[in-house]
C-alpha cells in the first residue's frame, strides 16, 4: 500500500509535468491540533517546479494542487504548505 506522500507524488507528477517535487510530512509538529490524526499523514509541505505554472498566479497555482489533491482531502489530508513555482523561477531563486 502506498503512503499518502507517495500518492501525492504521483497525482502531482501526473497533473502537472513536473520537474521537481518535495514532499515532507509535518505531521509530528501539528499533535493535538485540528485535523491532526494518531497515524499522522495530516500536515504537509510541499514544493513543485513545474511549467505548468507559467502564467498562473500564487492563488490559481494553490488552487489547482488543492484540486488535483481532492481524494487525498476527503481522506485525512488537512493541510499543506506549499512552493510552487515554474523553472525560470526556481532558476532565478537559485
Not at 41 to 68: C, D, K, Q
Amino acid at each position: 500500500m502506498l503512503t499518502r506522500a507517495q500518492r501525492m507524488r504521483d497525482i502531482l507528477g501526473a497533473a502537472f509535468a513536473a520537474a521537481e517535487i518535495t514532499i515532507q510530512d509535518d505531521s509530528h509538529r501539528h499533535a493535538g491540533h485540528a485535523g491532526a490524526r494518531p497515524g499522522g499523514e495530516t500536515h504537509y509541505t510541499i514544493a513543485v517546479t513545474s511549467p505548468a505554472f507559467a502564467g498562473m498566479n500564487r492563488v490559481a497555482r494553490s488552487r489547482a494542487v488543492h484540486a488535483a489533491l481532492e481524494a487525498e482531502f476527503g481522506s485525512g489530508l488537512h493541510a499543506l504548505s506549499l512552493r510552487l513555482q515554474t523553472p525560470e523561477e526556481a532558476g532565478r531563486a537559485g
